[in-house]
Nanobody
């Protein structure tokens, strides 16, 4: 059972930066992809970015392209999300997720993921 723990959230002013981390305990060889999602109050959870655990493939939501960067350190079993030029509309609870599934085109689909962290709050004002 994969356990995911996010950290790095906080409050920042518009235009600022934050770096999120997600440590994956017991990440298995079968795990294929990890992603970041966010959910604002009253809104559906949406995919922000995803990365394959082997290879260089990444994907981003249009709303964050050019501002956010997803990366990973497989040796440390850690996923990162560098968030720059933050906007008030980026305010949300951010979750990391992992899956062993292979349909990469579904990276933004929350039902595609098997494991979730508890989330870390990001507030931009």
């Amino acid at each position: 059972h994969v356990q995911l723990v996010e950290s790095g959230g906080g409050s920042v002013q518009t235009g600022g930066s934050l770096a999120l981390s997600c440590v994956a305990a017991k990440l298995t060889y079968s795990s294929n992809c990890m992603g970041w999602f966010r959910q604002a109050p009253g809104k559906e959870r949406e995919g922000v970015a995803a990365i394959l655990l082997r290879g260089d493939d990444t994907a981003y939501a249009d709303a964050v392209k050019g501002r956010f960067t997803i990366s990973r350190d497989n040796d440390k079993n850690t996923l990162y999300l560098q968030m720059n030029s933050l906007k008030p509309e980026d305010t949300a609870m951010y979750y990391c997720a992992a899956t062993s599934r292979r349909e990469w085109w579904r990276w933004h689909d929350s039902t595609w993921y098997d494991y979730w962290g508890q989330g870390t709050q990001v507030t931009v004002s």
